[in-house]
């Protein structure tokens, strides 16, 4: 349960070692306690800069031996949607958290803080059933770009991410169920900044290149015609009854553990 207070952040990466390093280093800087964080990496093993990517795990296992677990995942080149769902399987956390290797951590203690507010979210509504996430310097309430679920979430979906995308519309497609179901948790006081090059904190490198403006074309327009396929549509609305039901025998449970109470 909540109180077990072990977090896992699950990252795909592609051709951004540095980056990644700096992502590592900004948890690591931040975190209160980290022998209850596990990282995950899926690195596609025709990353150009795939050696690097191995020397950085090698690094890991000595300059962050603090963490639970730094693991790297190099695997043949899929879409980064299903390698969610590959390293997602290796968890044994409680709490998933969406990761990417253009974030940095900034707020001290953010993982104490998170487990407060879920801690409290889940005992005032009496299930975990909800999907929170922080201010990332760009969004703020609006849009949940890094999702975090619950192991119960994860179990009843059954994936992390969907798993039908090229690149994008994977955190989308959890914050609509999320939004359906009237469960969404903003979370204003934790900071993990996006870096991302439309704001003008990075350069418009290769990795962003390649999912826009690549081989493969505009992956971002492709994933959001497949997000409002109707088929896809019907799919989370499947998701969202799938959670109904938990919500209700979690309900159903604390009712009657209240009635036994009273007699």
């Not at 889940?122 to 192991?151: E, L, M, Q």
């Not at 914050?175 to 934790?190: E, S, W």
Request: hydrophobic share 35%; proline share 4%.
């Amino acid at each position: 349960m909540i109180n077990e207070n072990t977090i896992s952040i699950l990252t795909p990466t592609r051709n951004r070692p540095n980056n990644c390093e700096r992502f590592i280093k900004s948890i690591y800087a931040t975190a209160s306690d980290k022998t209850k964080i596990e990282l995950f990496f899926y690195v596609d093993n025709d990353d150009p800069a795939l050696e690097q990517y191995k020397s950085l795990a090698a690094h890991c296992d000595s300059e962050y031996k603090d963490f639970k677990k730094v693991d790297f995942t190099f695997g043949e080149p899929i879409s980064v949607s299903k390698s969610w769902n590959i390293i997602a399987e290796k968890s044994s956390s409680y709490l998933y958290i969406m990761g990417n290797d253009d974030l940095v951590y900034r707020t001290p203690n953010w993982d104490n803080l998170l487990i407060q507010n879920l801690a409290v979210k889940f005992k005032n509504n009496n299930d975990p059933y909800w999907v929170s996430w922080v201010n990332d310097g760009i969004n703020g309430d609006k849009h949940c770009a890094f999702p975090i679920i619950t192991r119960e979430w994860y179990k009843t979906v059954g994936y992390f991410a969907p798993g039908t995308f090229h690149f994008g519309y994977n955190d989308t497609w959890v914050f609509d169920v999320a939004k359906r179901l009237g469960r969404t948790n903003y979370i204003p006081h934790i900071t993990n900044e996006h870096m991302h090059f439309s704001k003008g904190k990075s350069d418009m490198d290769d990795t962003y290149a390649h999912n826009r403006t690549g081989p493969r074309g505009n992956l971002y327009a492709k994933d959001k015609g497949i997000f409002f396929r109707q088929d896809m549509v019907k799919r989370r609305e499947e998701d969202v009854e799938k959670i109904k039901k938990e919500i209700y025998k979690c309900h159903a449970t604390k009712l009657v553990a209240n009635e036994g109470e009273l007699i």
